[in-house]
Each structure stands twice: as structure tokens, then as C-alpha cells.
């Protein structure tokens, strides 16, 4: 079946624009999760939702950054006044329920790139 | 909070050799260890996990780890890699009981040479 997928797979912008990145999970899946990779970094963590709602945010490095999960599948995170130093991979995983016997199964991310 | 260690940022082997990636965590509380592997241009993909029980856990493409709680390790091993092992490999904890956020080492460039 389908897996993780992720649009734009990049996405260019100038500093201080607003930018919109878009996750559709694993069809069933009830988590989803968001993490940032930088250069030369491990993934990390920003938020996960539970359904519609967002069990955990504590990730999420100011409120520039938001994210929605508006019907429980397709999740859009998105970055108000965008500055140069969120210039990273944007990951999306998805879980068909919470704990560890769920595997994270990872989308191929969204390279942002701000100017 | 809890915290991963990947001693070696990069790895080269000769194919046919055995490898060792390095993982040691941190944490007050009890956890669950994973290895994932990105291949290039490609998304994370899970190899192996420990929740309980053996301490020594198989995963895919012939990859096995070993928990050691005394020595707060994981390290990940192969006895025999090929070229298409070539990839970076990430392990990751999260707590027992808590949020179920991946905390992330920094990762392990693993280069197989002919």
C-alpha cells in the first residue's frame, strides 16, 4: 500500500514568508507525527497528534510554528515569518495507534530552504 | 529527559567486514530503544527495536543489537555488510510510559567500500 507521503518535496522561500508543508499519512493510521532534521542532526521531534488533537507539541521551538490535524489524516504544519534558520528537512510519520509496538513509519520529507 | 549518544559520526568498512555502530542513551526512566536507517534520498526506515525481554534483538537485512542496561548501550552490528548497507543509521529512544515522541541520536554515516 500507499506510505508516508509529504508535499512539497522541497520548497524554496524568502525569509519572513509563510509557508505551508503537507503530510498525508498511512490511510488508518490514528498518529501522526512531525520532526525537523538539520544538516548534519538526527531527526526532532516538534509534535504529534492523537486523532484531530495534538497530544504532545512541546517540540514546536515558538509560536511561529503551528500545526493541524483538522479531520485525524492529512496534517499541514505550518511556519509563520519564516527566518533562515528553519531551513531544514521536515519529516512526517505516521503510527496506526500510540506506544511502542507502533512503528513510526516515515515520509521522504520536505527540504525547506529559506533565504 | 532523555538523551542519545552515537559515538561515531562516520564509519568505513571494507564489504564482507563486520561492523559495530555505537549507541549509548540516557534517562531517568525505563526505555525502548530503536535503529532506523535512511538510505539515500529515501525516508526513514525501522531495523530493529527493544521493548523488553532478550536483550539481544534481530532485525532487517541481518542486523541485531544487544541492550545492556548497566552500560546504557545499544549498539548495533552486522557480521558481514555489503555495498547496499551503505546508509546513515539513527538510533532513538523513548520513554516507558511517557510521550511516544523519538528522541534521536545524531547519526552514524555507515560507508561500505569495495
Known amino acids: 500500500g500507499a506510505g508516508v507521503s509529504q508535499t512539497p518535496s522541497n520548497k524554496v522561500t524568502e525569509k519572513g514568508k509563510y509557508v505551508e508543508l503537507r503530510c498525508d499519512p498511512i490511510?488508518?493510521?490514528?498518529?501522526l507525527y512531525w520532526y525537523r532534521q538539520s544538516l548534519g542532526q538526527g531527526p526532532e521531534f516538534l509534535i504529534y497528534?492523537?486523532?484531530?488533537?495534538?497530544?504532545?507539541d512541546s517540540g514546536l521551538p515558538n509560536d511561529r510554528f503551528f500545526a493541524v490535524r483538522p479531520e485525524g489524516s492529512v496534517s499541514t504544519l505550518k511556519i509563520q515569518r519564516t527566518e533562515r534558520g528553519d531551513s531544514a528537512v521536515y519529516l512526517c510519520?505516521?503510527?496506526?495507534?500510540?506506544?511502542?509496538?507502533?512503528?513510526?513509519?516515515f515520509g521522504p520529507g520536505t527540504r525547506l530552504t529559506v533565504l | 529527559a532523555q538523551s542519545v549518544t552515537q559515538l561515531d559520526s562516520q564509519v568505513p568498512v571494507f564489504e564482507e567486514a563486520p561492523v559495530e555502530l555505537r549507541c549509548n542513551y540516557s534517562?531517568?526512566?525505563?526505555?525502548?530503544l530503536f535503529w532506523y536507517v535512511q538510505y539515500p534520498n529515501q525516508g526513514l526506515q525501522l531495523l530493529l527495536k527493544?521493548?523488553?525481554?532478550?536483550?539481544l534483538v534481530k532485525g532487517i537485512n541481518g542486523f541485531e543489537a544487544e541492550f545492556n542496561k548497566s552500560q546504557t548501550s545499544f549498539h548495533l552490528r552486522k557480521p558481514s555488510v555489503h555495498i547496499s548497507d551503505t546508509a546513515e543509521y539513527f538510533c532513538?529512544?523513548?520513554?516507558?510510559?511517557?510521550?511516544?515522541?523519538?528522541?534521536f541520536g545524531k547519526g552514524t554515516k555507515l560507508t561500505v567500500n569495495p
Open positions: 510519520a505516521s503510527s496506526l495507534g500510540t506506544g511502542p509496538t507502533d512503528t513510526q513509519y
Open positions: 490511510s488508518g493510521h490514528t498518529a
Open positions: 497528534f492523537q486523532g484531530t488533537g495534538a497530544a504532545d
Open positions: 534517562s531517568s526512566v525505563s526505555v525502548y
Open positions: 527493544y521493548l523488553s525481554g532478550s536483550t
Open positions: 532513538a529512544v523513548t520513554t516507558q510510559g511517557g510521550s511516544e515522541k523519538l528522541v
